[in-house]
């Protein structure tokens, strides 16, 4: 005997379609029904045709040479005092 029984299965079916109606319920069955398959079919497609839809043979960017470590790096810019705002005593 677990946290839901048999009994307890019934009283939640029942107060769900109380709550929902039966004209909901079968809606949205139908709707995630149409769901599960539209994703299984687009999945299927995928799987199918992976080399149509990948491109040409792609070179990745070759990366720049990174400068020595004992040259120091600038940031151009200029640099703004930033002023505190007067406080109430």
Do not use: C, R, Y
């Not at 029942?14 to 999945?43: P, R, W, Y």
């Not at 043979?57 to 005092?81: D, I, R, W, Y």
């Amino acid at each position: 005997m677990g946290i839901f029984d048999w009994k307890h299965w019934i009283v939640l079916l029942v107060v769900v379609v109380l709550v929902f109606g039966t004209k909901k319920l079968k809606n949205f069955g139908s709707d995630l029904g149409e769901s599960i398959k539209g994703f299984k079919k687009a999945m299927n497609e995928e799987e199918s045709k992976p080399d149509e839809q990948t491109p040409p043979s792609v070179q990745p960017a070759q990366p720049q040479a990174a400068s020595p470590l004992n040259q120091p790096q600038t940031f151009e810019g200029q640099a703004h005092k930033v002023e505190e705002p007067a406080k109430k005593e």
